[in-house]
Structure formats: structure tokens, C-alpha cells
């Protein structure tokens, strides 16, 4: 009788992961596989925003195109530099904050609290901020540098061919950090105290307790958030266009960057798609790589 009634219950069915995964799975189908379809079309096509209803198939013409582009290539180191430093510097800063907030002191609550207020503030708040701080002649950034005789010749930061890119990094970084210091420390909250204290009675410092029994527990999540800032470096857009619009002279254009300008300032939109298409790919090889390493590595813990 018992059985029968679990039968017959609805949550028993076999089918009723996939009732509850149905919602999500129709929103990307519909919002996200649907538009990638037609971005795939588009990319061998020859379109113009002009008249896009009106194109002409030309195969990996725009693929082409790009790849023996000069300055397609110069994006793409652009769009390296800046995915790794943002990477390495918000993973590194939020690691180093939550080490810090884990520990008891005085005000680690207010202290904690105030770690998140970068990433709360909208990122065309802190573009048009930004902005500001680095501007030529009221800039306080301008005015701390001359003041300690670091000044930048002119004092256009963000003018200039090489403090650009350094100073989108900056702000870059200081807009993520908080997110991985706070993902971090709960990380670290799982952290067998009882462990530590045994490495440090066995004579370990620090450095070795860190590396032997802190680091094996949140390496995992490290990982996680590294794959999340990468992709999330690839795909900045706002933030960039706001404080330099790819420049000067391209030296801050990155690959969202460029498709922005092919689609909507040369108003190829062919072009754009296709360099969208290579930012998926690169995407997807990110993903593919760090899926193969965490693979590897539960292998060799099992």
C-alpha cells in the first residue's frame, strides 16, 4: 500500500528533476541559444546596422578579415594582459583581505562590512568616479603623484599610452576584490582550527601551516573564482568604454571593446560577430582548461 502511494506521488517520479530544470532550461534556450544561433549566422555573413535585413554570405571572409588585422591582434594581447592582471590581482588582494578579516580584532564586523561597498557601487558609478580621480586638473590621483614628485607628464592619465591600461587595472581590481575577499572568507571559515593547531604545535610556521592545511581546503574555491573573474574579464565592457573608449590609440581596446566599435561605430555588424564568435571560443577553451585541470586533480586525491 505504502508503495503504491509513493508511486503516485509526484516528487517520486523520475521525472521530476528535470520538471524543476525545465524553467531554467527554456530561458537559455530562448535568451541565450537562440541569439548565439543567429550570431553564428550573422558572423559569415556580410551585414550593415545601415540595413541588416539585407546580407550577403561570405563564408569566413570576416574570420579572415580579422586574423591578419594588426590591430585585431595588438586587442587580443590587450584583452590578455588585462583578463590575467585583473585574475591575479583580484584573486591575490581578496585572498590577502580575507586572510586578514578572518582573524579577531576589534571592529571585524564594521570591518567586514565595509570590504563589500566597491562591489555594491554600480559600475558606471565607479567608471564615472574614476574618471574623476584621474582627471589632468582636479584629480586627487594627479595631485597625490606630484605631490610625492611621481607626477605624469601632462597629468593625463588616462591620456596617456602607458598609465591607461595600468589605471583601468586598478579600478578594475578594486571594483572585485571585495567579491572574492567575501567568497574567500567563508572559505576560510572551513578551516579545521583543530588542524592548524596541530601543525603549529609540530613546530610549522605560518607559511607551511597555510600551504599544508589552509590552502589544500579553499584551493577549490580559488579556482572557482578564477575561472568566474576570467570570464568576467573578457566580457567588461562599461567600465572600459566609460573612462577611455578603448584608448588612446587602441592601447586599452579589448575584444568586447572592438566588437562594440565594428558594430555600432563602423557598422559592420558581420565584423562584430565574428569577433564576438572568438570571444566565445576563448570563453568556452577557459572553461574547457579549467574543467581538465580540477579533473586531474580530483584524480590525483582519489
Known sequence: MRASIRRKS???SRWTPYVFLAPAAVYILLFQGV???QQVYLSFTETTLLNPTRSEWVGLANYERIFVDPEFHRTLRTTLVYTVACVVGS???GLALALLLNRSFRGRGVARALVTVPWAAPGIAVALIATWMFNAQYGIVNRFLDAIGLGVPGGSILDSQQYALPAILVTTIWQLFPFTSVVLLSALQ???QDLVEAATMDGAGRWWTFRAVTWQVIKPTVGLLALLMTIWSIRRF???WLM????????TETIVIDLYSQAFQSQQLGTAAAIGMVGVLISLAVIGASTAVARVAERRLS
Open 10 to 12: 509526484p516528487l517520486g
Open 190 to 192: 572551513s578551516v579545521s
Open 238 to 240: 562599461e567600465l572600459i
Open 35 to 37: 541569439p548565439l544561433v
Open 91 to 93: 584573486v591575490g588582494v
Open 244 to 251: 577611455t573608449k578603448g584608448g588612446p590609440v587602441g592601447t
